[in-house]
């Protein structure tokens, strides 16, 4: 069973930037696509960005060109670097390890991030 554990948030002035980590254990990591959601106040949790097991990434449009996500399978660790950050982008972040098509239902405790105007 995977479990996952999210670090690196905090608050940051609108425009700064932040690099959030994920390490997850319980699977054989390599073999897993990853990806990042984020979760505002008062809202449903939604997608972020997405890394496959072979490095292809994709993104959400409401972050494409300010935020990269990345993988180091020997740590078993993904990372999202997010610059030029907006009030709109405060929410708690949080991974997900995908295999295959099928997103696992296993959550870590998430990491806040909150961004001033």
């Known amino acids: 069973q995977v479990q996952l554990v999210e670090s690196g948030g905090g608050l940051v002035q609108s425009g700064g930037s932040l690099r959030l980590s994920c390490t997850a254990s319980?699977?054989?990591?390599?073999?897993?696509?990853m990806g990042w959601f984020r979760q505002a106040p008062g809202k449903e949790r939604q997608f972020v960005a997405r890394?496959?097991?072979?490095?292809?990434?994709n993104y959400a449009d409401s972050v494409k060109g300010r935020f990269t996500i990345s993988r180091d399978d020997a740590k078993k660790t993904v990372y999202l670097q997010m610059n030029n950050l907006k009030p709109d982008d405060t929410a708690v972040y949080y991974c997900?390890?995908?295999?295959?098509?099928?997103?696992?239902?296993?959550w870590g405790q998430g990491t806040q991030v909150t961004v001033s105007s």
């Open positions: 890394i496959l097991s072979s490095g292809y990434k």
């Open positions: 997900r390890a995908q295999y295959g098509n099928a997103w696992s239902n296993n």
């Open positions: 319980g699977i054989i990591f390599r073999n897993y696509n």
